[in-house]
């Protein structure tokens, strides 16, 4: 009897890292990324569309549209025989939706390829549209809107408030999920007029990782030509947010058991920019994600056990409170930084804004040291290693390149470990100097006596704290300094909604 | 003669126990294991991973262990204290260290188990071991350390607590157990986490009794030398003293009659039903477990009918999903379910117990057990790809058995699994007396 899974005795040492050919051509619709030991193929199919040409009043459309197609039936087999259909083979394929763009992944054993493959396809070239399909995937975007994002986590909660509040008014201004109103207009009529204008044979790109014959990224490509309808590439609308004046803060009032902090301002730097890099530097020491090098971790955590982590982001980390990673394929052209103070107990909320400000007005005005800076870079030059191990993380990183037009010879983490290798201290303060500032910043701040945070932020009230336990003198004497940390903040910059009032339009 | 013939047999399966290594097998490496005097148990496995190696350090205590009334929640802050470092390498060298070599580290707290987790660079193996093998031994904080860490880890209790399923997960335990201590959750009860700082005498008698090399798994995967590496765990590691002292855990008593629990979530959320029958202890060789394990996925899997028709067809829930894990002691069989609304609460409940009733009368169709069991390995075998993703996937298992023969047991039995099989188990453990029922609302 032949055991199938023999193959993977063989073939299962998957040399992850290792140089494997990588096909990229210029305006090409291809990526190609061969690793021959994988017994496994990835595929990412990528369209120029995201949340940021989900129509006005229609919120969410995108998402909507995607879902659909990942998640519904083809003309061909309906959702049920689909699921039954790659059940036995424990392959699946997925939409992912950001602002600007939409990924469908799938990923098959090499000897399943021929169950496998017509289905992906087919998700994406003959979509049923069956409205029993977009009304049980609105419903759950709809769920998620009204009840799990704005009760089931305070801090995500608080997260996506922050992106909405700085984008306000440019087509990055509602989350990818949409709105309520928004999701609540979306017709089939909508979706399937969507997917005729974007889901078209001149928007889209094949990637293709992992053991897979010479010509089966032709073959994808051309059937997916085939199948799809004739159209125009996307192109991008502008995304200018409003300058931010001081400190603007929008509180959410909440019946909450603690205070969930986030901040940040637009920044002019995006991954392949040369400041990117030195950028990446400073915002690693400042609040690497979930790792005790992060300094704001070590004050407002590690000496003064306030709350469970604290994190800065040169670019969008999404599920950052699941992943230690940050994922790709949910590139921007308009990125934030971003402080993501996890939840502190309310009567430190104050002192907690205040230590980040203080910390964030220090390292802008002296810049790092020789020595966090050498750290930093030690730590980045093997850390970035676990950015991509996988043959889907690295396709996913090469497709992320080809949205930046970055060159990086078909590996982005070694094009990464270069670039940081190289960068000097004065240039990581420069880029520091020039990007990051702490006096036009925007907060979102999930919290109970919201009205009573606002009087303090206005009144510059001090905020001096006390712990259960003892701290060490030199903690305490800074404490002093903190608590009277000055803020500027004037009434009218300090709005204070509903949760029920969250994401609605 | 027959019992020489027994003896040999003990004393032979003892030493392939205490030292092999294998290639064959499902599991697709080679590993090598080696019990140490000191009870450690090593496991090594070899993987192409370019210069990438996996070190996880499996203590095998988790909030099972937490026997003492008033000290739930501690194992898991117990994690958190191991980060405080020792006299020669102190918390903040520990990290600077670890930073430096860009490592990825981090640790998580079960009901059966702890598990320290390394990602680095294999030129950094040595002195990773240096560092863990110190900290496993040599662990001290100063009393004012572990009262900051008590914040850290309230705050991780007050950020869960805006889940719903910390609310409904927190009501199943406390409501299907007695007696046993997986009647609290791992995070622990507000109050036990408010009294942390005070415990610091405590803590320390904690490390003595379970931080010790015979109650651990040591795990390391991918690009490294066997025999290298072997000899660098005992030079690190043999001064680590056995003293392994068992908490005392109550057997809880069989349950007779069906438990239900209505719970109100201090916000808004559709609702959540749980059923959960109460379960086995992790047995892969015995075909009733393994059949249990199928039956949980043939009912209400991701390709179940009743899947099918909840969550396609009627679109009355959000999700529907098993969870049958794998626990040292009989825990739960539990069937998850969000109704899109309180009305339908009823209809799926219902519908959960109309399907396991199918199940006993009903032979399950041998394809779609065989598709099942396809399923799995796939999937198994499919995760295996990186040292990280290896580590993880089997670290439960090592936990609860510390051998990773279990691996090739466990799809050995699956195979034999039949349709009457499930019949069986459906028959014998999913009896309306031995279920818990929680529905958790939100509040008006």
Known sequence: MKKWYLTFVLLLPVLFLSNCGVKKMGNSQLIEMKVPQDPTVSFIVWFKVGSENDPAGKEGLAMLTGRLLAEGSTLKNSYEDILDKLFPIASSYSAKVDKEMTVFYGR???????????????????????????????????????????????????????????????????????????????????VKAFYKRYFNKNNFVVAIGGNFADDLPEKVKKDLEIGLSEGASNVNPEIKPKPIEGLEFTLVEKDCNATAISFGFPIDVVRGDEDFFALWIFKSWFGEHRNSLSHLYQVIREQRGLNYGDYSYIEAFLNGGALRFPQPNNPRRKQIFEVWIRPVPHEARLFAIRAALRELKRVVDSGLTKEEFELTKKFLLNYSLFYAQTTMERLGYQVDSKFYNINDNGNYIE?????????????????????????NIKFAIVTKDAEKLKEALVNNVPSPITYPTPKPEEILNEDKEIAVFPL?????????FSVDEMFVK | MKKYLFFFTIIFGAIMLMNSSSKTGFFPYEYKTETLENGLRVILIKMPSNGLVSYYTIVRTGSRDEYESGHTGFAHFFEHMMFRGTKKYPGNVYDRILTEMGSDGNAYTTDDYTCYHLNFTSDNLEKVM??????????????????????????????????????????????????????????????????????????????????????????????????????????????????????????????TKEKRKE???????????????????????????????????????????????????????????????????????MIWAQPKNEKE????????????EFFQQTLPDEKKLGDLKKNMKYSFLMNLDTPSKVASVLARTLALTADINTIDVFYRTLETVTPQDIQNIAKSYFLPEKRTVVILKESK
């Open chain 2, 130 to 255: 240096d560092l863990e093998s110190d900290r496993f031994q040599n662990l001290w904080y100063p009393e004012q350390d572990f009262q900051t860490e008590a914040g850290a880890v309230y705050g991780e209790y007050r950020k869960g607590k805006a889940s719903p399923f910390f609310w409904i997960w927190e009501a199943l335990c406390n409501t299907a157990f007695e007696k046993h201590t997986y009647k609290h959750t791992t995070i622990g009860f507000e109050e036990d986490i408010k009294a942390m700082p005070q415990m610091y005498e405590y803590s320390l008698s904690f490390f003595h009794r379970y931080y010790r090399p015979d109650n651990c798994v040591l795990l390391i995967a991918g690009d490294i030398d066997f025999d290298k590496t072997m000899s660098l765990v005992k030079k690190y590691y043999t001064s680590w003293q056995k003293g392994y002292t068992p908490p005392k855990i109550e057997t809880e008593p069989e349950q």
């Open chain 2, 263 to 333: 719970v109100i979530y201090p916000g808004k959320t559709a609702p959540i039903i749980v059923v959960a029958y109460k379960g086995m202890a992790f047995n892969p060789s015995d075909k009733n477990y393994v059949a249990t394990i199928l039956f949980g996925k043939l009912a209400f899997g991701e390709n179940s009918e009743l899947y099918k028709k909840l969550y396609i067809r009627e679109q009355r829930v959000l999700f529907l999903e098993e969870e049958f894990n794998f626990n040292r002691d009989p825990f739960l069989w």
């Open chain 1, 415 to 439: 094009y990464f470990r270069n670039k940081i290798k190289n960068l000097t201290l004065e240039q990581v303060n420069n880029a520091i100097r020039k990007h990051i500032q702490y006096n």
């Open chain 2, 345 to 356: 609460i009823e209809y799926v409940e219902n519908e959960i117990y109309k399907t396991i």
């Open chain 1, 108 to 190: 098959t054993h090499i000897d399943n390829i021929d169950v496998f493959l017509p289905l992906f396809e087919e998700s994406i070239t003959m979509p049923a549209f069956k409205l029993e399909d977009f009304e049980r995937i609105r419903s759950e975007m709809l769920n998620y809107l009204e009840k799990d994002l704005r009760y089931a986590s305070d801090e995500e909660l608080g997260k996506a408030v922050l992106y909405n509040f700085i984008f306000e008014g440019t087509p990055y201004g509602h989350i990818t999920e949409g709105t309520i109103d928004g999701l609540k207009n979306i017709t089939l009529d909508d």
């Open chain 1, 488 to 496: 500027k903040v004037i009434p009218e910059k300090v709005r204070i």
